[in-house]
């Protein structure tokens, strides 16, 4: 989850951190042969989490995304990062990992739940819905979508960084949306959470904890 390169990085940290602790507590101790949380930073910023083993012994590198903000409602998509700014430079985002910088092999993509209200502390989430996705898969998705497009994802992430009064843009059937309110104006694709499902290979959980 860390990425202490971006700005305004403590916003989200406190409420990661308590996600890591229910998943920690909740999730991969009941559905995986063995795991183990990674605390070097260098690590973490190459989108290294977790490793686990699963039951059949294979090895998987966990980047956990969380959708943090949204914990107080349902919400039927997940935000994949294309870019943000930092220093008023363009930063290719986690998705497309266009440097090579990533080293993870799998998403872990979280909805925690709270009862109307923000996460503060472990007791706050009192449930949590979980896709576990292959990258490659999800990329190879993406491409064989952007084939069915005349327009490339670049032209559309250009408009939304030019164009001040354009903050979403359909494309591809998902919708690219820039946060202007976010010091780092991420550029995000959402792609709903069905996708993501019939993607992962039924590797989902539903975890309540009430």
């Not at 973490?44 to 943090?68: C, P, W």
């Not at 591809?172 to 069905?194: A, G, H, Y």
Request: charged fraction near 30%.
């Amino acid at each position: 989850m860390p990425n202490s390169s971006r700005p305004n990085f403590n916003r989200d940290s406190n409420r990661e951190s308590i996600v890591a602790e229910f998943l920690d507590k909740f999730f991969y101790s009941e559905n995986f042969r063995s795991f183990e949380r990674i605390y070097s930073r260098k690590e973490q910023l190459a989108g290294m989490d977790v490793i686990v083993i699963s039951d059949n012994n294979k090895k998987m590198i966990i980047d956990e995304k969380a959708a943090t903000s949204w914990a107080h409602r349902e919400i039927q998509t997940f935000a994949f990062e294309i870019s943000f700014l930092l220093d008023s430079k363009e930063i290719p985002g986690w998705f497309l990992n266009g440097t090579n910088r990533y080293k993870n092999t799998h998403w872990l993509c979280v909805w925690p739940r709270t009862n109307s209200k923000e996460i503060k502390e472990l007791s706050d989430i009192c449930s949590a819905e979980i896709v576990l996705i292959n990258c490659k898969k999800v990329r190879r998705w993406m491409r064989n979508m952007a084939s069915k497009e005349q327009k490339s994802l670049e032209s559309i992430e250009k408009r939304l960084r030019n164009e001040e009064n354009v903050n979403q843009i359909d494309w591809s059937s998902l919708r690219v949306i820039i946060s202007r309110n976010l010091p780092e104006k991420p550029i995000n694709v959402l792609i709903p959470k069905e996708i993501l499902r019939i993607l992962s290979e039924e590797n989902t959980w539903n975890i309540s904890v009430e």
